[in-house]
C-alpha cells in the first residue's frame, strides 16, 4: 500500500526566501507525480506534473524533482511572496489511483 | 473548456437524510476520481469510475455510500442516512486518461457537506 508523507508540516518563512518542501513515497512504482495547491475552502490547483520517466519539471518560480529511486520529490519555490501563502500538496499515482501526502501548510509572511 | 463542475458546493443535511453529490468532467475526459477531505485531513481516495462503469471503489465505505458515472449526465456520489462523521469536503478529479497512464488530475473545487 503506498503511503505519502510531506514534511514540514506547516512552514512560515519572510517574503523573498528560497524554500523546499519535500514529499516521500514508499512504493517507487508510481507512473507520475503530481504537486499541487489548494487555498483555504478552495480545490486542488494543479502546479507541475512530473511522470516517472522525468527527473524534474519547472514553472516560474517552481521547480519539482523526482527521484523514484528514493522515493523521494521536493518542490523548490524561490523567492517566496505573501500570495504563495497556500497547502501543498504532492501525489503519486499508481494502480489506478493517486495517493496524497497530508501537505505541508506554507505562509510567507510580508 | 470549462474545469471540473461540482454542485452542490455547499450542502447541509441533518442525520439520516441522503446526500447527492454531482460532478461534471472536463470535456473529454472519461475517468473520475472521487476523493474525501476531512476537516485538517488530507485527501482520501474513495472511488474511481469510467463511464457506466466503478473501477476501484476500495476507498468506498461498505455502507451508505455509493457512486456512479452513467452514459449521459454527471457522476454522482451518494451518501444515505448521513451521519455527523459524513460532515467533510468531497471532492472530484477528472483525467483525460487513467492516473496508471500517466494522465493528470484536474480537480473541481469540491462539495462541502455540513451534516447536523
Known amino acids: 500500500k503506498q503511503e505519502v508523507t510531506q514534511i514540514p508540516a506547516a512552514l512560515s518563512v519572510p517574503e523573498g526566501e528560497n524554500l523546499v518542501l519535500n514529499c516521500s513515497f514508499t512504493?517507487?512504482?508510481?507512473?507520475?507525480l503530481q504537486w499541487f495547491r489548494q487555498d483555504p475552502g478552495k480545490g486542488l490547483t494543479s502546479l507541475l506534473l512530473i511522470q516517472s520517466s522525468q527527473r524534474e519539471q519547472t514553472s516560474g518560480r517552481l521547480n519539482a524533482s523526482l527521484d523514484k529511486s528514493s522515493g523521494r520529490s521536493t518542490l523548490y519555490i524561490a523567492a517566496s511572496q505573501p500570495g504563495d501563502s497556500a497547502t501543498y500538496l504532492c501525489?503519486?499515482?499508481?494502480?489506478?489511483?493517486?495517493?496524497f501526502g497530508d501537505g505541508t501548510t506554507l505562509t510567507v509572511k510580508p | 473548456n470549462a474545469g471540473v463542475m461540482q454542485n452542490p458546493r455547499h450542502l447541509v443535511r441533518r442525520r439520516g437524510q441522503e446526500a447527492r453529490l454531482r460532478c461534471s468532467p472536463m470535456?473529454?475526459?472519461?475517468?473520475v476520481y472521487w476523493y474525501r477531505q476531512l476537516p485538517e485531513e488530507g485527501l482520501k481516495f474513495m472511488v474511481y469510475l469510467q463511464k457506466e462503469n466503478i473501477i476501484d471503489e476500495s476507498g468506498m465505505p461498505k455502507e451508505r455510500f455509493s457512486a456512479e458515472f452513467p452514459k449521459e449526465g454527471p457522476s454522482i456520489l451518494r451518501i444515505q442516512q448521513v451521519v455527523r462523521g459524513d460532515s467533510a469536503a468531497y471532492f472530484c478529479?477528472?483525467?483525460?486518461?487513467?492516473?496508471?497512464?500517466?494522465?493528470?488530475?484536474?480537480f473541481g473545487e469540491g462539495s462541502r457537506l455540513t451534516v447536523l
Open positions: 512504493d517507487s512504482a508510481i507512473y507520475n
Open positions: 478529479a477528472s483525467s483525460p486518461s487513467a492516473s496508471a497512464d500517466t494522465g493528470e488530475l484536474f
Open positions: 470535456k473529454g475526459h472519461s475517468h
Open positions: 501525489a503519486v499515482s499508481g494502480g489506478g489511483k493517486s495517493t
